[in-house]
Antibody, heavy 119, light 106 residues
Framework: QVQLQESGPGLVKPSQTLSLTCTVS??????????WTWIRQPPGKGLEWIGY???????YSIPSLKSRVTISVDTSKNQFSLKLSSVSAADTAVYYC???????????WGQGILVTVSS | EIVMTQSPATLSVSPGERATLSCRAS??????LAWYQQKPGQAPRLLIY???TRATGIPARFSGSGSGTEFTLTISSLQSEDFAVYYC????????FGQGTKLEIK
């Protein structure tokens, strides 16, 4: 079955860039069957959609984060990535990657990775 | 941006009883609505998409209904493993989530 796994540093200093990678198994990003997405969840709070990417490199990110977000794809490694620049404590969250199903719901999700922004 | 509002914030129900969770959209999302279940320390799990279609492997006690701006998730007979936080998500106009309903044991 399809599985996703987030990886990256769990601690990032303020003003630096958060960088995460999502490795996909059980499906091929380059097949073009799906979009792939990032979502985050601050501790004790709800879910916030960040954006998505297609195998071709087409991306979308939400307006409130657009100036700081870069989502990219590496089809040779079956991975996609998230970079968030100029981070602050407000960016502390569990970051999830997920597959976008045909109708734009998300399934499955990775297990998530907690990223703390602190000096 | 479409705002999704879930109610109540917390719902206390006894095992074996029925739970009804609500989700309202600030404008019509047609049937482009999904429900997720999240347990502590876990990623959300897709329960329902298309407002009423159960995802693969989801028990029949979970059902979704509604269209337009008003949606409901019903759990017909609560099992111990159903106590969790539930989120609705619209995908009619990009994506937004509700703030969640915590379903707790009464």
């Amino acid at each position: 079955q399809v599985q996703l796994q987030e990886s990256g540093p769990g601690l990032v200093k303020p003003s630096q860039t958060l960088s995460l990678t999502c490795t996909v198994s059980g499906a091929s990003i380059s097949s073009g069957d799906n979009y792939w997405t990032w979502i985050r969840q601050p501790p004790g709070k709800g879910l916030e959609w960040i954006g998505y990417i297609y195998y071709s490199g087409t991306t979308y990110s939400i307006p409130s984060l657009k100036s700081r977000v870069t989502i990219s794809v590496d089809t040779s490694k079956n991975q996609f990535s998230l970079k968030l620049s100029s981070v602050s404590a407000a960016d502390t969250a569990v970051y999830y990657c997920a597959r976008v199903a045909t109708g734009n719901w998300f399934d499955p999700w990775g297990q998530g990775i907690l990223v703390t922004v602190s000096s | 941006e479409i705002v999704m509002t879930q109610s109540p914030a917390t719902l206390s129900v006894s095992p074996g009883e029925r739970a009804t969770l609500s989700c309202r959209a600030s404008q019509s999302v047609s049937s482009n609505l999904a429900w997720y279940q999240q347990k502590p320390g876990q990623a959300p799990r897709l329960l329902i998409y298309g407002a009423s279609t159960r995802a693969t492997g989801i028990p029949a006690r979970f059902s979704g209904s509604g269209s337009g701006t008003e949606f409901t998730l019903t759990i017909s007979s609560l099992q111990s493993e159903d106590f969790a936080v539930y989120y609705c998500q619209q995908y009619n106009n990009w994506v937004t989530f509700g703030q969640g309903t915590k379903l707790e044991i009464k």
